[in-house]
């Protein structure tokens, strides 16, 4: 039975893969390397530490990396935050959860201030039971450190009884590797079939379609 539900919050709560990745490459230009919008956008997902391995040589991540994410941060908070918009029917589907008797965790590859933030512009900070940052892992996604910080606040819940809710293929493998189900949503921009090859056991188009499919999903199996 489900107790728990971990969210992915960038691409899945909140609509920002686009402004991440956009920000990405500025920043990334601004050090000297031109990488495109839509290979950039295919790392998003991952935590900056991951990002830059699919992109850089090692060395450069070595001697420039701290800079790169730094810069990067700054970027987004000065220049994209104002436009981040929660996706429809965010809220609606945490109360679904605490009304199923069932507790929910964000968990994000972002910095605190930002799962901060976010909680605020998607109107759940009241509907969560505990969050988890970048702070709380060691490595970021597709490593399954989040998840397994995550899931350590839902004590003594085993991981057969959470199931993870993420829109990229990085959420579903970093499930998988914390021995969780997860459950896939296309608003990040990610295909079906990928999400289902990295292991999501149902896909929908986003929290919205899960959210009138409740009783049906596998929250409720």
């Given at each position: ?63 420039r990396g701290d ?42 590859s972002g910095s ?110």
């Amino acid at each position: 039975m489900i107790k728990a539900a971990i969210f992915d919050i960038d691409g899945t709560l909140i609509d920002t893969v686009d402004l991440h990745a956009e920000a990405w490459v500025r920043a990334l230009k601004h050090f000297g390397f031109e990488i495109a919008f839509q290979d950039l956008r295919s790392q998003i997902g991952k935590g900056g530490d991951q990002i830059l391995h699919g992109l850089l040589p090692p060395e450069v991540i070595e001697q420039r990396g701290d800079a790169i994410k730094g810069f990067r941060a700054e970027l987004f908070k000065r220049e994209y935050l104002h436009q981040v918009r929660a996706f429809p029917a965010v809220r609606e589907l945490f109360e679904r959860v605490r009304a199923a008797g069932q507790k929910a965790v964000l968990a994000s590859s972002g910095s605190a201030d930002e799962v901060e933030q976010y909680k605020g512009i998607a109107g759940i900070a009241d509907l969560i039971d505990s969050a988890t940052s970048s702070d709380d892992a060691e490595r970021s996604k597709p490593f399954p450190d989040i998840f397994e910080a995550a899931l350590a606040k839902l004590a003594p819940l085993t991981p057969e009884e959470a199931v993870v809710i993420g829109d990229t293929p990085y959420d579903a493998e970093a499930a998988r590797k914390a021995g969780m189900k997860s459950i896939g949503v296309l608003s990040g921009g990610f295909s079906e079939q990928a999400l289902k090859d990295a292991g999501c056991i149902a896909v929908y188009r986003d929290v919205e379609s899960l959210l009138h499919r409740y009783d049906s999903s596998p929250f409720a199996s």
